[in-house]
């Protein structure tokens, strides 16, 4: 029997209250799990409930989900690059009350998508940016960490390399309370080979060079309908797009990145149990 702590997931509906996200990770044999903590096409919505808070923990309890198994993910309306002020300043604000309800929730990380001037200002002017606007959003929040996810570069997208990362990382006043996801696909998009070993070697090599491999706490498992280095954010179903298998179970016989929520955002949920079985008969463990 193997000993390795795997954690594999998805991002599963919380529809009806983030307290019963722990139910449907649980119906799909997940080990872990992402979840919006409010609707993600808004930019305002109420507090959590006190019975919401509790009844979520409980459920946590009940399918044996520690906090280390969950990761919540960030509104996509998030754009703390923007050069507009009226949506930089909705994304600060926003951002943060994600982050309170994280905490609220006995979470700790939030993933985020960390953004574009849309070309209007320079890279590094646009990477201080998202830098001070996390600042500001972290300086509002007690506790929890805000989680950069590495984009595929779609429009001007900032975080298409894991320097982008890193530079991000030396800006911010906090660094202790900021970490990094890594997106498969969107790695890919942006030129990663990680369709072998090798490649997958040579990505991990770059971020613990970069930013350390402390620094690595979740990663996201989607493969990728656009080809290497096409900057298209498309999710496949693992094994079915250009990435392909073998690239996947790299990643999942590599205890390097053990301990961490490895979540699937593929476009269809009907096959995530298949997937995530797929995932740990990769790892070795048991389902
Ligand atoms: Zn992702
Ligand atoms: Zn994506």
Not at 92 to 110: H, N, Q
């Amino acid at each position: 029997m193997s000993t390795r702590t795997v954690y594999v997931g998805a991002h599963v509906s919380a529809a009806g209250g983030v307290n019963n996200a722990p139910a449907n990770a649980a119906a799909i044999g997940a080990t872990a799990f992402a979840l919006f903590t409010r609707n993600q096409r808004r930019w305002t919505a109420k507090p959590l409930d006190v019975e919401t808070v509790s009844a979520f923990h409980e459920a946590m309890a009940q399918y044996g989900f520690t906090g280390d198994q969950v990761i919540p993910h960030a509104s996509y309306l998030v754009n703390l690059g923007s050069p507009s002020e009226e949506t930089r300043e909705k994304s600060i604000t926003g951002l943060a009350d994600e982050l309170s309800r994280t905490v609220e929730l006995g979470l700790r990380w939030l993933n985020f998508h960390p953004g574009t001037s849309k070309g209007e200002l320079t890279e590094d002017e646009t990477l201080r940016r998202i830098a001070d606007g996390m600042d500001r959003v972290l300086g509002q929040v007690e506790g929890g960490v805000l989680v950069l996810e590495n984009t595929a570069g779609q429009g001007a997208s900032m975080g298409r390399s894991i320097s982008h990362l890193a530079r991000i990382l030396e800006y911010v006043r906090e660094p202790d309370r900021v970490a990094v996801c890594i997106d498969t696909c969107h790695a890919f998009a942006a030129g990663y080979d990680i369709r072998t070993a090798p490649g997958w070697d040579a990505l991990i090599a770059e971020v613990e060079r970069e930013v350390g491999l402390d620094k690595l706490v979740a990663l996201h498992l989607n493969d990728s309908t656009g080809e290497l280095g096409s900057t298209k954010d498309r999710h496949r179903p693992i094994g079915e797009g250009e990435i392909g298998t073998a690239g996947f179970r790299a990643i999942l016989e590599d205890s390097r990145v053990d301990g961490r929520p490895m979540v699937l955002e593929t476009p269809e949920p009907e096959r995530w149990a298949e997937e995530i079985a797929l995932l740990k008969g990769f790892a070795g463990v048991a389902g």
